[in-house]
């Protein structure tokens, strides 16, 4: 099962809707590929809606902290959505769920980004 | 009591190997009788066996092959992962959970192995590595 990754813009907020498996490979590269595209518009407030994403592998929690550390250095924010239990226990055990800023709501999360 | 049942393959430096392992644990997992929880971090746990073999070990190598083998016991279901690479030394491996290194991008494949099993070990072999994963039936 391969990932998609769409996107959608609100109040200035890029939304990037992930669905699939950010794993080794074609996932990783969908995900890195959409963060450089984004980052390269500009478009530094990016909003991870992860309730479709079904699994993250080493590879894919790689790839995570890749964006966010890229879209802080430009001097943007990187916020997560909608994390599944076995996504949200996998950023529990690995301590990089109090590392990412995590949100439930979609209108919190947009409200969350500096303005 | 069951008698050992073991099952063995010999893969190809694919990421396709990676994904058919990873399908193969599951599948394995469930018929042991683990919850579906426990099969989800067996699966994850050989996937990234399998990414240390065929990424870090082989690196792609058409020429070298990894070896995978799950053999289940009346007590638990042991999995190893064996490559021809040139081998490592885990305990190098820096701790990612130390604050220094949350942020980095590569490094936590074998925690997350000893996350998911009761047990892992390392071998060296000549050339290579194999890691067994184990895991403990629930005593009923």
Known sequence: ?115 | MTAPQRVSYRMESTLESVNKAEEMADQIAARAGFDEDTRSGVSMAVREGMINAILHGNAYDTNKRVNLSFEQNACELVITISDEGHGFIPDEVPDPLAPENLLKTSGRGIFLMRAFMDEVRFRKLDPGTEITLIKRLKSG
Do not use: P
């Not at chain 1, 969908?30 to 479709?52: A, E, F």
């Not at chain 1, 990089?96 to 209108?107: G, H, I």
């Open chain 1, 1 to 115: 099962m391969s990932m998609k990754a769409s996107t959608r813009q609100v109040d200035g907020v890029t939304i990037v809707d992930l669905s699939g498996r950010i794993t080794l490979g074609e996932g990783s590269v969908i995900l890195r590929d959409t963060i450089k595209d984004l980052l390269g518009k500009g478009q530094k407030k990016i909003l991870l809606n992860l309730g479709d994403v079904s699994y993250i592998d080493s590879s894919g929690i790689g790839e995570l902290v890749s964006a966010f550390t890229s879209v802080r250095n430009q001097g943007g924010e990187l916020k997560l959505l909608h994390l599944t239990k076995k996504v949200h226990d996998l950023l529990q055990i690995t301590k990089l769920y109090t590392v990412f800023d995590v949100k439930d709501d979609e209108a919190t999360a947009i409200g969350a980004f500096g303005r």
